[in-house]
T-cell receptor, first 114, second 113 residues
Framework: KAGVTQTPRYLIKTRGQQVTLSCSPI?????VSWYQQTPGQGLQFLFE???????NKGNFPGRFSGRQFSNSRSEMNVSTLELGDSALYLC?????????????FGPGTRLTVL | AQTVTQSQPEMSVQEAETVTLSCTYD???????LFWYKQPPSRQMILVIR??????QNATENRFSVNFQKAAKSFSLKISDSQLGDAAMYFC??????????FGKGITLSVRP
């Protein structure tokens, strides 16, 4: 079974631009979560989607948004990019939304904001 | 709110030796799960081991085992017979009623040949 895939793997943007990152979960997984990883703040939860509905949201500004499609693929969007948005963005998929389900992580998208 | 604390930023172990990575957490939830994740230089996050809070028996997975002390809210990872491939960043993580993971700051483990 194919793992979680994220595209693109690397991205360079300038301040003020917007960016869209994509995540394709493992086949059959309906939950997709997004995390931001930076050296200073570590790993922080952004949001979780299940069956096209946002189930949980972390403490991030409204510039960060996401959505999930009927095939469970998910996208996250960051508008008006700031230098501090430079990070590794990780996506994880699981069968369901409870803690009983293992989350499988993708390789991440490395975003650099200049 | 849940918090996960990993107080040691770095550790080093000799190949074939045993090392223990520490983690403490805080939560008011009674039903939760604890995890150790490994993140090698490739950045792919890999689940090493998980522990259900309702289980008294400590989880083991080959060379990896945990010491789960629920009353002390402590969850340490023991790696036996350390191998060069164990060198990575290790994160302790918590999840409660939902699947949102709260991570510690991580610890960088190096393995000396």
């Amino acid at each position: 079974k194919a793992g979680v895939t994220q595209t693109p793997r690397y991205l360079i943007k300038t301040r003020g631009q917007q960016v869209t990152l994509s995540c394709s979960p493992i086949s059959g997984h309906r939950s997709v979560s997004w995390y931001q990883q930076t050296p200073g703040q570590g790993l922080q939860f952004l949001f979780e989607y299940f069956s096209e509905t946002q189930r949980n949201k972390g403490n991030f500004p409204g510039r960060f948004s996401g959505r999930q499609f009927s095939n469970s693929r998910s996208e996250m969007n960051v508008s008006t990019l700031e230098l501090g948005d430079s990070a590794l963005y990780l996506c994880a998929s699981s069968l369901g939304t409870s803690g009983t389900h293992e989350q499988f992580f993708g390789p991440g998208t490395r975003l650099t904001v200049l | 709110a849940q918090t996960v604390t990993q107080s040691q930023p770095e550790m080093s172990v000799q190949e074939a030796e045993t090392v223990t990575l520490s983690c403490t957490y805080d939560t008011s939830e009674s039903d939760y799960y604890l995890f150790w994740y490994k993140q090698p230089p490739s950045r792919q996050m890999i689940l090493v081991i998980r522990q259900e809070a309702y289980k008294q028996q400590n989880a083991t997975e080959n060379r990896f085992s945990v010491n789960f002390q629920k009353a002390a809210k402590s969850f340490s990872l023991k790696i036996s017979d350390s191998q060069l491939g164990d060198a990575a960043m290790y994160f302790c993580a918590f999840t409660g009623a939902n699947s949102k993971l709260t991570f510690g700051k991580g610890i960088t483990l190096s393995v000396r040949p």
